[in-house]
């Protein structure tokens, strides 16, 4: 029953097998890390041609299509492109923190994958402190940020340092508060414990939750900078922002952390909020049936592809017919969904303007989020009684956003006023 779920955990115990008992601690470490630094490459390469291929659909175009079929192979090509460019330094600018910069807005983007728990026993290292690792981790990125701006020795770049580093401590207030919640509700900061206590229900399906998950997962986007939160590059004002002046695989380093980064907020949204691997009990042959139609309905695809593909997908729900949907495939739909919320929202809101931007988190977010530490207490202490502590605790987080949206409420246009010259 647990064969397809386990296959991967499976799969590094045969290996450790293996090797001595003296050795095992260490090549299970080796493991994690080195298949850690090989799917975090491959994860940035295609969430590059899902972006591209999402935002072309939305504006009505192809988007790749040269390289590969479906354009498939374009991150390669761009990969390749980036490593061959020419590195050029600015004169003036400091040549140690600028190489060091981008090194170090990668390092903590892949640290994060430590803690992600992909499947039921599919965690790299289960800390009894791992929210506390998230967030001490995911803060040093505005480090890496002021120092590539600064090291530039150029205006635009200093200017995108300086929002970037303001947008991230101000985000990373609310995105901290709306946790607090899971962790007085669980009682634990173990990632596996969170998703473990929202077997029987996910936590976005209580007011506190919905509320606690809407503002993990905006305040997370704006702390890696994605739109509608891109003050830190705004193309149109400080041409790139904190790397304007890189080129080459520097650059290509800050787009790589970026990415991840985009891509842990989905996921650790979906392990706090959204019951992290937990799903229905689907019998495998559903999502074989449905991967083998999407796979034989491909078009572009050459014709033998489509066949063996299909093929191998019946295959596949003929043999686990009779098992659930694995705990792996669940936590990356669920993530992948978020990503493409993501993708959503850069192709249909445009940049806010600073003072909208730091607004919303400082007047908005930091009481909500407040608000919500306490609805979650409301919603938990008269969890003898489910339905009248829901309503309970959706009251008071409705009267006070409602407060908060006419606290904030700016002045209404008034009719202009033309002075014309005598």
């Given at each position: 029953m647990q064969e397809l779920d386990q296959v991967f955990v499976n799969a590094k115990g045969w290996l450790l097998s293996l090797f001595p008992i003296g050795l095992r601690p260490w090549v299970s470490i080796a493991v994690s890390v080195g298949v850690i630094a090989a799917i975090a490459p491959f994860i940035m390469m295609y969430l590059t041609w899902l972006e591209r291929k999402i935002i072309a659909r939305m504006q009505n175009r192809f988007g790749p299509t040269r390289v590969g079929v479906y354009g498939l192979l374009q991150p390669i090509s761009d990969g390749i492109k980036m490593l061959i460019k020419e590195d050029i330094v600015p004169r003036g600018a400091d040549p140690l923190l600028h190489i060091l910069a981008p090194i170090l807005s990668l390092a903590p983007a892949i640290l994060l994958f430590a803690v992600m728990p992909f499947g039921r026993n599919m965690i790299a290292a289960d800390l009894n402190v791992g929210?506390?690792?998230?967030?001490?981790?995911?803060?040093?990125?505005?480090?890496?940020?002021f120092m590539g701006g600064w090291a530039s020795r150029s205006k635009f770049s200093i200017l995108g340092a300086m929002r970037g580093v303001a947008q991230i401590i101000s985000y990373e207030v609310p995105g901290v508060l709306s946790v607090v919640a899971v962790i007085m509700i669980t009682g634990t900061l173990s990632m596996v414990g969170i998703v473990e206590a929202q077997a029987d229900q996910w936590f976005v399906f209580t007011p506190?939750?919905?509320?606690?998950?809407?503002?993990?997962?905006?305040?997370?986007?704006?702390?890696?900078?994605?739109?509608?939160?891109?003050?830190?590059e705004a193309e149109s004002e400080l041409v790139g922002g904190?790397?304007?002046?890189?080129?080459?695989?520097?650059?290509?380093?800050?787009?790589?952390?970026?990415?991840l980064e985009s891509f842990a907020i989905c996921?650790?949204?979906?392990?706090?909020?959204l019951g992290g691997w937990q799903g229905p009990a689907v019998p495998f042959w559903v999502l074989g049936l449905l991967l083998a139609?999407?796979?034989?309905?491909?078009?572009?695809?050459?014709?033998?592809?489509?066949?063996?593909?299909?093929?191998?997908?019946l295959g596949a729900a003929v043999l686990w017919r009779?098992?659930?949907?694995?705990?792996?495939?669940?936590?990356?739909?669920?993530?992948?969904a978020l990503v493409f919320v993501l993708v959503w929202l850069r192709g249909t809101f445009p940049r806010l303007r600073v003072d909208q931007l730091m607004g919303l988190a400082w007047k908005f977010f930091l009481p909500l989020g407040l608000v919500n530490i306490v609805a979650a207490g409301i919603w938990w202490s008269l969890?003898?009684?489910?339905w009248f502590g829901w309503i309970a605790s959706a009251v008071v987080l409705a009267l006070s956003a409602w407060a908060l949206v006419l606290a904030n409420k700016p002045e209404p246009l008034q009719p202009r006023t033309y002075i014309y010259a005598d």
């Amino acid at each position: 029953m647990q064969e397809l779920d386990q296959v991967f955990v499976n799969a590094k115990g045969w290996l450790l097998s293996l090797f001595p008992i003296g050795l095992r601690p260490w090549v299970s470490i080796a493991v994690s890390v080195g298949v850690i630094a090989a799917i975090a490459p491959f994860i940035m390469m295609y969430l590059t041609w899902l972006e591209r291929k999402i935002i072309a659909r939305m504006q009505n175009r192809f988007g790749p299509t040269r390289v590969g079929v479906y354009g498939l192979l374009q991150p390669i090509s761009d990969g390749i492109k980036m490593l061959i460019k020419e590195d050029i330094v600015p004169r003036g600018a400091d040549p140690l923190l600028h190489i060091l910069a981008p090194i170090l807005s990668l390092a903590p983007a892949i640290l994060l994958f430590a803690v992600m728990p992909f499947g039921r026993n599919m965690i790299a290292a289960d800390l009894n402190v791992g929210l506390l690792y998230l967030f001490a981790i995911s803060s040093i990125s505005s480090y890496s940020i002021f120092m590539g701006g600064w090291a530039s020795r150029s205006k635009f770049s200093i200017l995108g340092a300086m929002r970037g580093v303001a947008q991230i401590i101000s985000y990373e207030v609310p995105g901290v508060l709306s946790v607090v919640a899971v962790i007085m509700i669980t009682g634990t900061l173990s990632m596996v414990g969170i998703v473990e206590a929202q077997a029987d229900q996910w936590f976005v399906f209580t007011p506190w939750g919905i509320v606690g998950c809407l503002m993990f997962f905006l305040s997370g986007v704006a702390e890696v900078n994605r739109t509608p939160f891109d003050m830190p590059e705004a193309e149109s004002e400080l041409v790139g922002g904190f790397h304007t002046e890189y080129s080459g695989m520097k650059f290509a380093l800050w787009y790589m952390a970026e990415f991840l980064e985009s891509f842990a907020i989905c996921a650790f949204t979906t392990t706090l909020f959204l019951g992290g691997w937990q799903g229905p009990a689907v019998p495998f042959w559903v999502l074989g049936l449905l991967l083998a139609v999407i796979v034989a309905t491909g078009t572009k695809l050459p014709a033998p592809i489509r066949s063996v593909g299909a093929a191998a997908m019946l295959g596949a729900a003929v043999l686990w017919r009779t098992q659930v949907i694995p705990s792996w495939a669940w936590f990356l739909a669920k993530t992948y969904a978020l990503v493409f919320v993501l993708v959503w929202l850069r192709g249909t809101f445009p940049r806010l303007r600073v003072d909208q931007l730091m607004g919303l988190a400082w007047k908005f977010f930091l009481p909500l989020g407040l608000v919500n530490i306490v609805a979650a207490g409301i919603w938990w202490s008269l969890r003898e009684t489910p339905w009248f502590g829901w309503i309970a605790s959706a009251v008071v987080l409705a009267l006070s956003a409602w407060a908060l949206v006419l606290a904030n409420k700016p002045e209404p246009l008034q009719p202009r006023t033309y002075i014309y010259a005598d």
